[in-house]
């Protein structure tokens, strides 16, 4: 008992970080489902993180009832970006991301009233990893209603083809939007709790890093289900954790064997839909085989008899 106690007070901060970067790596997702890659999460992250935590500090108020003003930070955000990227062409729309996420970060650093500027902000409170899990529990289940929702049906089709969904009577560019103030919304969830995990705030705090990690955590995860993102972001936050502890001369290229093997022998990630479909398929064709060649046998056996 003594050494679970033990282990669990090592990798806590460990599992609070993979909970934190699965709201980033959700964020990611929801506008990667509409056929969008932006990684303008970190922008929607740096704005919820910063105004949740001088909220705090000004207001003395309880994190939980302050979560939803940095969610409302993100999606504001979010769809005035949807208003300029969704003019522009995918490949441009991600560079305008990562542009944006430089912009944002000369923002944090000139704009000391609200951030702290290059002293950085100090968050005096924190949340229990208790309080993590039942909000990553809400985000999965808010993310499962809308995977089966009229929503997630037309974003998957926007995502497939915009011009056949458009046939279909589905507007793109509606659905797309409404998929970047979802990201907005659940990326500035994931910066405030950030700052409070964290509990002190700079401008590197919200950078290019996180982008990266968690586009590459979307894709290790599984592109085509919201899950795949959660199961990505707690491998890519574990993976150097477990490589440290056994191989910490040769960490960085145990992480990179490991990845690239995923890659390589699941090119559509951890959590494939496709392929859970099609092994069930295949159950049921089986199945459905055995039972009817069940009552073959039973007779050829009572020919034989007669």
Same mark, same amino acid.
């Given at each position: ?95 305008? *991301? ?84 979802? *990201? ?123």
């Amino acid at each position: 008992m003594q050494a679970l106690a033990d282990f669990w007070r090592t990798y806590q901060s460990t599992v609070a970080f993979a909970i934190v970067n699965a709201f980033f790596a959700l964020s990611t997702y929801s506008v990667l489902s509409a056929g969008i890659l932006s990684f303008a999460t970190v922008t929607y992250a740096a704005i919820g993180g910063f105004v949740g935590a001088r909220l705090i500090l000004q207001t003395g108020l309880d994190p939980l009832i302050l979560l939803p003003a940095a969610m409302a930070a993100g999606a504001l955000l979010a769809y005035v970006v949807a208003l300029i990227f969704l003019r522009l062409e995918s490949h441009w729309m991600a560079l305008a *991301s990562l542009a944006l996420i430089l912009i944002v970060r000369v923002a944090v650093i000139n704009v000391p009233s609200l951030t702290g500027g290059v002293n950085g902000l100090s968050v005096p409170v924190t949340l229990p990893i208790g309080v993590l899990g039942i909000l990553l529990a809400l985000a999965m289940i808010v993310f499962y209603r809308l995977s089966v929702s009229w929503y997630g049906i037309a974003a998957q089709a926007v995502r497939e083809d915009p011009a056949v969904a458009s046939s279909l009577g589905i507007a793109p560019r509606r659905i797309q939007t409404i998929a970047f103030v979802i *990201s907005g919304a659940v990326g500035g969830l994931g910066g405030m709790l950030l700052a409070l995990v964290l509990q002190f705030l700079s401008p590197d705090t919200y950078f290019v890093n996180i982008a990266f990690t968690m586009i590459a955590a979307v894709v290790l995860g599984g592109s085509y289900h919201w899950i795949g993102s959660i199961i990505g972001a707690a491998v890519f936050t574990a993976l150097p954790v477990i490589a440290q502890a056994f191989v910490p001369h040769f960490q960085e290229v145990a992480n990179g064997v490991v990845l690239l093997l995923i890659m390589i022998f699941l090119p559509r990630g951890l959590v494939d839909p496709r392929a859970i479909r099609l092994r069930r398929a295949a159950r049921n064709a089986n199945a459905n085989a055995d039972a009817d060649g069940a009552p073959a046998k039973v007779s050829s056996a009572a020919g034989a008899a007669l």
